[in-house]
């Protein structure tokens, strides 16, 4: 876990690592807020991530937001400081630039610790025995919502838990920490001060979605966990009780993603559309932990936290490819996410230019040969919501 030593400054070990312009002029800070570029270091950018970080990076500047960098490197076996560099290095070749220096997850972890502290002051954790197995064999249970936490260890006594405890000892395990997200939803429903209403389904937490739902659902979400409100331009799901530190020790990404989004001033989040369900539990948490972040980000930015029920969301459609499924000719089953077994599909494979014109073209503008000229024609409104098909060449 030792990782402040690892040894690159980020933005100067190469040169050319930042793109011209870094820092942007004063009048782009118009809008208090910020979107956020937040890649793992685990391997070259592919297709779709550059295609997803073009449009983080234009939804923010369009909006006249800040541009943050943050490193997604709290799993370290995974991780590595020349894939971050590279990943840089991609966008800044394609005009894409960044405010500031690029935050690193791995030098967060006392911040990850002291946000689980507040939590757990407040009565808003506990500890959860569950194997992967235990969790999917309760989740069949018919009053679990798909992909939801049962809440088996929620409710045990001390007695229940302390035998729990010495149970997964003997395994050499420990348990993982879960956010009691039915113990903190009224103090945290009842004192958001924009919730207008909006939160009236106990349980339920809604998110401002600006494209995903706006109008039309992006069926590369599996329909079980998609729930499309009635509400234009909102999205709704089940507050969760989801992991917070994880049993093999490590920091999990849902609590690492809260607590730097609200700690670096992040009030616009734009991402793939496989995440859209996570969405709503990850903000219900946001915002439980918003009084805490008041005070952590003071310390740690410049930029104060933004309310988690005013940031804006932007899950936007996946590269997907097409693969062969008997029965399901000419249907959205056929599709499935691109991955780097798919071939040659990485920025670097394709090379600079082609990887470029293939993203330009999948946003409509095939002549326009960097992000910043993008920004100055594209209507990101009009962009279609449909996953968008790779077809490698023949
Ligand atoms: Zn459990």
Redesign the pocket.
């Known amino acids: 876990m030792e990782s402040g030593h690892s040894g690159y400054t980020v933005g100067i070990a190469r040169e050319n690592t930042q793109a011209p312009g870094v820092g942007s002029t004063p009048e782009a800070h118009s809008t208090p807020g910020a979107g956020r570029f937040a890649p793992s270091p685990s391997g070259d950018f592919h297709l779709g991530n550059l295609r997803t970080y073009t449009l983080a990076w234009l939804f923010a500047r369009s909006t006249g937001r800040r541009m943050l960098y943050r490193i997604e490197d709290i799993d370290q076996q995974r991780s590595h400081d020349s894939a971050a560099l590279d990943q840089m290095e991609d966008l800044a070749s394609f005009g894409m630039d960044w405010d500031g220096e690029p935050i690193k997850q791995s030098d967060r972890f006392p911040l990850y610790d002291d946000a689980l502290h507040w939590l757990a002051e407040h009565g808003w954790v506990y500890e959860?025995?569950?194997s992967r197995k235990?969790?999917r064999e309760a989740s069949r249970a018919p009053h679990v919502a798909p992909g939801m936490y049962p809440g088996?260890?929620r409710n045990l006594t001390d007695e229940q838990r302390h035998e729990q405890r010495a149970k997964l000892a003997e395994q050499g395990r420990k348990p993982a920490i879960r956010f009691n997200a039915h113990a903190a939803y009224e103090a945290v429903a009842d004192n958001d001060p924009t919730a207008n209403g909006s939160h009236t389904t106990p349980g339920l937490w809604t998110i401002h979605e600006d494209f995903a739902t706006s109008g039309q659902q992006s069926e590369s979400a599996p329909p079980s966990e998609s729930t499309p409100s009635s509400v234009p331009n909102t999205y709704s799901g089940p507050v969760d009780d989801i992991v917070l530190h994880r049993g093999d020790g490590n920091w999990a990404y849902n609590l690492a993603v809260v607590v730097d989004d609200l700690t670096m001033g992040v009030d616009q989040i734009t991402r793939g559309d496989d995440l859209l369900s996570s969405a709503p539990a990850q903000n219900f948490l946001a915002t439980a932990l918003h009084p805490w972040a008041t005070h952590a980000s003071a310390t740690t930015s410049a930029t104060p936290a933004v309310h988690p029920t005013r940031w804006r969301y932007n899950h936007v459609p996946l590269v997907v490819t097409k693969q062969e499924m008997k029965g399901h000719e000419n249907t959205n089953r056929q599709l499935k996410r691109l991955a780097k077994r798919d071939g040659a599909v990485t920025v670097r494979e394709l090379g600079h230019d082609t990887a470029w014109a293939w993203v330009a073209q999948s946003l409509g503008h095939s002549e326009y040969a960097s992000a910043p000229e993008l920004l100055q024609v594209i209507d990101l409104e009009a962009m279609s919501h449909e996953p968008v098909v790779w077809t490698p060449p023949q």
Do not use: R, S
């Open positions: 959860c025995y569950c235990d969790i088996t260890c």
